[in-house]
């Protein structure tokens, strides 16, 4: 029976993350830290045009196995995606390590120091995720006041008009929806709001 761990939602751990995890820690520290910053680039912006180039250079370091580079970035990801994911307690990520490092303490240190400083960020970007999976979501608003005098439907019309700039995610692009709100609608607006208060 293999091993067992919390990031695994208890089943036993794949192979090719035991793999990846036995490379990891054998990298010396620097290299240990390159491979976290590459992994919560990758986590916390997939799509970043720099992120191919901070593996490139991890890659064609000499002292990292060209050949377990992938393994080695592949485990760590899994490993902190799925401690975040399953929001699992310190506690319980140090365990897993423990076991999968078989009682050796090296490489817990820094992964667990990066699970703490990371982890608020990540769950954020799984949520944004998750939202983004099911439709478009709201991520800022800009905002001015006009007065409409006259148009070609009347004159001396003098009314305050607000002009929100909604900018939201599809998907992974951002948009943006301009709309005018009446003073009436901006009444409607602030009883909506007033509920989460």
């Given at each position: ?20 995890w036995a490379a990891y820690l054998a990298l010396k520290g620097e290299h240990q830290t390159q ?163």
């Amino acid at each position: 029976m293999g091993t067992r761990l919390a990031v695994c939602r208890g089943q036993e751990v794949p192979e090719v993350v035991q793999n990846g995890w036995a490379a990891y820690l054998a990298l010396k520290g620097e290299h240990q830290t390159q491979v976290w910053r590459i992994v919560v680039a990758g986590i916390l912006v997939p799509d970043d045009p720099s992120n191919p180039a901070l593996v490139e250079a991890f890659v064609q370091n000499d002292e990292v196995p060209t050949d377990r580079a992938a393994s080695i970035l592949q485990s760590c990801g899994f490993i902190l995606t799925q401690a975040c994911a399953l929001d699992i307690t310190k506690e319980a990520l140090a365990n897993d390590l423990r076991l999968l490092s078989n009682g050796e303490p090296d490489g817990a240190q820094l992964t667990l120091a990066v699970f703490e400083s990371e982890r608020q960020r990540i769950r954020e970007t799984l949520l944004r995720q998750t939202l983004t999976d099911h439709g478009n979501v709201l991520v800022s608003l800009d905002w001015r006041v006009d007065q409409v005098s006259a148009s070609n439907r009347g004159s001396n019309l003098e009314a305050p008009v607000v002009f929100l700039t909604l900018k939201y995610l599809n998907g992974d692009e951002q948009r943006r929806l301009s709309l005018q709100v009446t003073p009436e609608g901006l009444q409607d607006l602030r009883r909506f709001l007033a509920q989460f208060d």
